[in-house]
Nanobody, 124 residues
């Protein structure tokens, strides 16, 4: 099993920035892609961003494209989500996830391990 722990959430004003981190532990895994998802109360969990094992491929939800950047440091077993120009509609619990393969994917069913999430609140 893989344990994922997110950090870096908080409350910011619209237009501000936050950087989320997701640290993996519990086992050594090979070639997992990583993703970020978010969920607001009463809403389904939705895709935000994903990155391949190599870090060479990334994909973003249209709602965050140009504002968010996903990156990873495999030596540190950590994936990041830099969030700029935050909007109130970005308010949600953000979760990281580890996929079953090396390729970046936005499909929730491709992810096998999930963190507990970190709260991001953006005020207007």
């Amino acid at each position: 099993q893989v344990q994922l722990v997110e950090s870096g959430g908080g409350s910011v004003q619209a237009g501000g920035s936050l950087r989320l981190s997701c640290a993996a532990s519990g086992r050594t895994f090979r070639g997992y892609a990583m993703g970020w998802f978010r969920q607001a109360p009463g809403k389904e969990r939705e895709f935000v961003a994903t990155i391949s094992w190599s870090g060479l491929s990334t994909y973003y939800a249209s709602s965050v494209k140009g504002r968010f950047t996903i990156s990873r440091d495999n030596a540190k077993n950590t994936v990041y989500l830099q969030m700029n120009s935050l909007k109130p509609e970005d308010t949600a619990v953000y979760c990281c996830a580890a996929g079953s393969g090396s390729y970046a994917t936005q499909a929730k069913y491709e992810y096998k391990y999930w963190g507990q999430g970190t709260q991001v609140t953006v005020s207007s």
